[in-house]
Nanobody, 125 residues
């Protein structure tokens, strides 16, 4: 059974930084792309960043380019999201996902691949 467990969320002031982690376990025939999504109350889910398992190509939403960095440690089966220069509009529940096709990762739904339970990020002004 595949599990994704996010951690590292919290409350910070604008301009601050946080590092999210997502550890995966279990067996999957296809891990594909690992990704981070976020959803704020009353808003649609937004694709944030993605990286192929074992790869180096990265993908980012325009809203986070230059501020967020996705990376992975394959030995630890963990994907990270380093978030710098945080803004109040970054406040959301952040979810990691796996088993996505990199060509369509940003359009993935909860019914595709594997998803974690989320970690809350709150940025105050």
């Amino acid at each position: 059974q595949v599990q994704l467990v996010e951690s590292g969320g919290g409350s910070v002031q604008a301009g601050g930084s946080l590092r999210l982690s997502c550890a995966r376990s279990g067996f999957a025939y296809f891990w594909g792309c690992l990704a981070w999504f976020r959803q704020a109350p009353e808003k649609e889910r937004e694709a944030v960043a993605a990286i192929p398992v074992g790869g180096t190509t990265t993908y980012y939403a325009d809203s986070v380019k230059g501020r967020f960095t996705i990376s992975q440690d394959n030995a630890k089966n963990t994907v990270y999201l380093e978030m710098n220069s945080l803004k109040p509009e970054d406040t959301a529940m952040y979810y990691c996902a796996a088993g996505l096709f990199c060509s369509t990762w940003s359009r993935a739904t909860r019914g595709t691949g594997y998803w974690g339970q989320g970690t809350q990020v709150t940025v105050s002004s």
